[in-house]
């Protein structure tokens, strides 16, 4: 069966420190890959999604960034943060574009 | 692109009662809806879904609604439990926009 996983679970950052989260998913090849960001109380957010490696579509410019360095392994960075960057970042993956997406355990960012 | 707007925000029924969730889409190339529960700092889990050529499905307590003509879709959840209460989000993928788009979630309340 396929699993999702995201580290950290929960961060602490100063405002301007860089940033790297990472999400893994097992079980299947060549995934569809997404980052999500939700605010408190709030809806979901597309930051970026991936078709394949090196393949990143932006929704959202903004001071993050995203890399796909291997099959399933997507990764969601900043140079400097923001404090409008704090929320919960949720990976999610399908196997398909038009198909479910399965989210990940989510890593809730605090930049004070 | 696509637009979803889901009613109400919040939503407060009693024990054994049904609820009803509403959204509506912009975009008529719409052909995949999806609907997730989320529980207070989870990720959000895929709980139903359905297809443009589909009217209707059900799965147990829950079942989902689609109004192509309309472009509105629902969730009905019949027999409500404390268990059901969490916040719930709407979603639908167009291939123009390769990508699904959420809606602003509802908060269910199921009271004793």
């Known amino acids: 069966s396929q699993t999702i996983h995201q580290w950290p679970a929960t961060l602490v950052q100063p405002v301007g420190s860089p940033l790297s989260l990472e999400c893994t998913v097992e079980?299947?090849?060549?995934?569809?890959l997404y980052w999500y960001r939700q605010a408190a109380g709030r809806g979901l957010q597309l930051l970026f999604y991936?078709?394949?490696?090196?393949?990143i579509s932006s929704e959202v410019p903004q001071n993050l960034s995203a890399s796909r360095p291997q099959d399933r392994q997507f990764i969601l960075s900043s140079k400097k943060l923001l404090l409008s960057d704090s929320g919960f970042y949720l990976c999610?993956?399908?196997?398909?574009?038009?198909?479910?997406?399965?989210f990940g355990p989510g890593t809730r960012l605090t930049v004070l | 692109g696509e637009n979803v707007e889901q009613h109400p925000s919040t939503l407060s029924v009693q024990e054994g009662d049904s609820a009803v969730i509403k959204c509506t889409y912009s975009?008529?190339?719409?052909?995949?809806f999806p609907w997730y529960k989320q529980e207070l700092g989870k990720r959000p889990q895929l709980i139903i879904d359905?297809?443009?050529?589909?009217g209707e499905k059900k799965d147990q307590r829950i079942a989902v609604t689609l109004n192509k003509t309309a472009k509105h879709f629902s969730l009905h959840i019949t027999e409500t439990q404390p268990e059901d209460s969490a916040v719930y989000f709407c979603?639908?993928?167009?291939?123009?926009?390769?990508?699904?788009?959420f809606g602003t979630g509802t908060q269910l309340k199921v009271e004793l």
């Open positions: 999610a993956w399908s196997v398909r574009t038009a198909d479910t997406q399965y």
């Open positions: 079980g299947t090849s060549n995934p569809n």
């Open positions: 991936s078709v394949g490696i090196g393949q």
């Open positions: 979603a639908a993928f167009t291939g123009g926009g390769n990508k699904l788009t």
């Open positions: 975009d008529s190339a719409s052909n995949y």
């Open positions: 359905i297809r443009s050529n589909v």
